[in-house]
């Protein structure tokens, strides 16, 4: 989800529908009714700037807001968007778009080519400070020059005429065209952007639904777009209530339509015979949880430390204790469904003999020798899930090392963790487009801006740039495949576990449907008289 990043430190099985609190909403907070509004459980957003988002609540409401040259497809391929067609060409260094006539701003005014080589090198600018520039539109020629602030625009990107779009990249990427269906690449009205830091409270985009504006309040209402370039949404409204509480409750007596599964209710939500059997969707989700060590501070900077703590963790029986078989262990950092995924992936193994023997032959020699470890995670008051305050009793009882736990608010463990990190940290990731390199060189590439475990690897490093730069797909996975296995045995991360979105959808409502990157897609939505 910057990607999408999510970061899920509570007991939530699904995406960001789960998340509450109080926030924006128009200044009206009686809540609007009527047979055509679709009501959810939603977050308040810390920024709706395609450029700079990093969690994937607000993501969710920019997908809806925005759009690009591409969105990804049911198949978890791109499709035309903006764009209704392009060409590469054959050394796959040139990419032109050509882009759909008449395609209107929420505004009314009609978008051009050149809104895009703006929006791209507005995000690229310093002044714009974008820590996802770089991972989804670093592939372009300039763009690095750019960001560094020793170009002032993007030398690969040229506006051809209004309808004409061509790039060209620094090397061949054979995943460029997923790249570029992520946010970040989407096109911002640059009147609005003139508007001042907070000019995404009111936000202009080309979506297929429009937001008027965000002011504190206890819900986000969007409008649907009528003057959509695609198919017109079919729903008139759509409404993020922000609460507090449990959605389960509000969708029992009927406050919104959708609502994400906790793991508290799982159990009443999987039940065959129960009330919600006939309610509930399970979805696939391209998300991976893990423990991060910080290799760039001690003791974590002695892989077989990094060996150590990961083998003294039993996953499965934590996993199946906190989930119930709802989710499913993590060996290695692929989940299940994305390309290259390999369910033979020999990971480390529960031995807590053998993790107490790679103590005594690190550098540190002895437990006593290690210094204090701090976990930073999301949350506050001392309330932590159960699976993480299991991971950390089994450290205490099969290391005898003593973890202490700093928790520190949502927004700085997103967008700031980078400097907030300790010497370990808990996190999740969901994918921002469906390819091996959004998780192995996104999180794992030593000059990743998302590497906050600061890990840094040269046979890694050179084995993914190796497998970005290969256009045969075959061959591609079998380097990432390579990576993947020598990140997971030089434990560069505890792989913890593998999600899944269970959601719950009233009878009445048709098409809804979520995306493996937990997006909600809205536009084919209905909604039965009930």
Known sequence: MKKILLIILSVCLSFSLLLSGCGYAPEDNTMPTGNNVLTLVGQEPYTLDPAKVSDSGSVTY?????????????????VADIAQSWEVSPDGLTYTFYLKPNVKFHNGRVLTAADFKYSWERAASPATASNTVLTFLGDIQGVTEMVQGQA??????????????????VSPCSFFLSKISYVTAFVV????????????????????????????????????????????????SVIFRLQSGQPMD?????????????ADYLAKATDPDGVFSADLQV????????????????????PKIRQAFSMAVDKARIIELSYKGSVSVAEGILPPGMPGYNPDLSGLEYNPERARELIAESSYGSVENLPTI???ASGWGGLLPVELEAVIDQWRQNLGVEVVVRQIDMERF??????EKDNLYYSGWVADYPHPQDFLSVLFETTSSYNSGDYSNPEVDALLVQAAATLDTEESMQLYAQAEQILINDAA???????????????????YKLNAMGIPILTEVTLEAH
């Open 152 to 169: 002032n625009s993007i030398s690969g990107v040229t506006v051809v005429d209004d309808l004409t779009l061509k790039v060209k990249l």
């Open 250 to 262: 509000l969708y029992e007596v009927g406050g919104i339509d959708v609502a994400g599964v906790s």
């Open 189 to 236: 009205d640059k009147d609005n952007v003139s508007q001042g830091s907070d000019w995404w409270k009111k936000p202009v985009g080309t979506g297929p639904f429009m937001l008027p504006e965000l002011t504190q309040g206890n819900y986000i209402m969007l409008n649907s777009n009528p003057d959509y370039y695609d198919t017109p949404a079919k729903i008139s």
């Open 493 to 511: 991360c505890l792989s913890f576990w593998f999600g899944k979105n269970y959601v719950l959808v009233k009878p009445y409502v048709k098409g």
């Open 283 to 302: 979805v696939p989700q391209l998300s991976f949880y893990y423990f991060a060590y910080v290799t760039s501070k001690a003791p974590f900077d002695d």
């Open 374 to 376: 701090t976990l930073t």
């Open 414 to 419: 997103l967008y700031d963790l980078q400097t």
């Open 62 to 78: 920019i997908y809806q807001i925005f759009s690009g040259l591409l969105k990804m497809g049911d198949d978890l391929t791109p």
